[in-house]
Nanobody, 113 residues
């Protein structure tokens, strides 16, 4: 299973970005999501979406971020609105299949104040 993430960048506070992550080699039976790691901090969950479409969000992003998936493309998206400087981090695409976790390369999101 390979996860290819894209869409990071630089944005001012209050702005929006959309991250994408395409899974290959997994078939459609893979839960997917996003984690992030800010400098000096541990990696933390941002949002996940299960096979049934059920979603889970960190409290810090609820109401601002939306995770979605295109099962036909095996791609998950993270729409990030009302970005804050504290959202600055490297965002990692995550996938779980058959109880095994997979990680994509990180994509940097920088939010200026």
């Amino acid at each position: 299973v390979q996860l290819q993430a894209s869409g990071g960048g630089f944005v001012q506070a209050g702005g929006s970005l959309r991250l994408s992550c395409a899974a290959s080699g997994s078939g459609s039976s893979i839960s997917m999501g996003w984690y992030r790691q800010a400098p000096g901090k541990l990696r933390e969950l941002v949002a996940t979406i299960g096979l049934s479409g059920s979603t889970n969000y960190a409290d810090s992003v609820k109401g601002r971020f939306t995770i979605s998936r295109d099962s036909a493309k095996n791609t998950v998206y993270l729409q990030m609105n009302s970005l804050k400087p504290e959202d600055t981090a490297v965002y990692y695409c995550w996938g779980r299949k058959n109880l095994r976790d997979y990680w994509g390369q990180g994509t940097l999101v920088t939010v200026s104040s």
